[in-house]
């Protein structure tokens, strides 16, 4: 069964330079989350999407943008890199008749 | 105080033990959800409850509504299953997750 991809699987930046990450949702799927899980942390909420619009919005710093297309993928976009963006972003996916997320494997971005 | 809580933080326990892993929260939910995380990264949902009582191979996975607990049960454990397990919490009307702060189980052979 088709699951969460996200791409890329390891990125390595250096400071004050910009990333894009990219999470395609399982077929079908409506609504996709995006968490961050700095080293030996919880992860953390930063955004959803649900229907090509913003649903929820978490602790994501304003350098950060989101967004999600119309075949309903998402990307997440950061900009001005700073060491402590360093950490492990992930995406999950879910419908709103079963709000089970499904997540990807992650994305590990490092800021160097 | 975290909306979520877990204990332990770690276990280790021989092959064959039963292992139990616990879950408080302090608000209301609309679900309660059993992670797996694997050194690596990736992240795996094992149950997502309402109510009651999942059970899927080894694993079963317990809630009380009224005492805001779950538990996460696995049954002849072996090596396979360390790994760090992990509850969330979705709130009515806000699907995103609180997560707790994880249990760090390790099963010797």
């Known amino acids: 069964a088709a699951g969460v991809i996200q791409s890329p699987r390891h990125l390595i930046k250096e400071k004050r330079e910009t990333a894009t990450l990219k999470c395609y949702p399982i077929?079908?799927?409506?609504?996709v989350y995006w968490y961050q899980q700095g080293p030996g942390q919880d992860p953390q909420f930063l955004i959803s999407?649900?229907?090509?619009?913003?649903?929820d919005k978490g602790s994501i710093p304003d350098r950060f943008s989101a967004q999600q297309f119309s075949d309903y993928h998402s990307e997440l976009n950061m900009s001005s890199l700073e060491l402590g963006d360093s950490a492990l972003y992930f995406c999950?996916?879910?419908?709103?008749?079963?709000?089970?997320?499904?997540f990807g494997q992650g994305t590990r971005l490092t800021v160097v | 105080k975290n909306e979520v809580e877990q204990s332990p933080q770690n276990l280790t326990a021989q092959e064959g033990e039963f292992i139990t892993i616990n879950c408080s929260y302090s608000?209301?939910?609309?679900?309660l959800h059993w992670l797996q995380q694997h050194p690596g990264g990736g992240i795996v949902s094992l149950f997502m409850l309402s109510s009651g009582k999942k059970k899927h191979g080894r694993l079963i996975a317990t809630i009380n509504i009224q005492e805001k607990h779950s538990s996460l049960h696995i049954t002849a454990s072996h090596p396979r299953d360390s790994a760090v397990y992990i509850c969330a919490i979705s709130n009515f009307g806000n699907e995103k997750l609180t997560f707790g702060t994880g249990t760090r189980l390790t099963i010797i052979p």
């Open positions: 077929p079908r799927h409506d609504t």
């Open positions: 999407f649900y229907e090509k619009m913003q649903s």
């Open positions: 608000v209301g939910i609309s679900a």
């Open positions: 999950a996916s879910s419908t709103t008749a079963n709000t089970e997320a499904f």
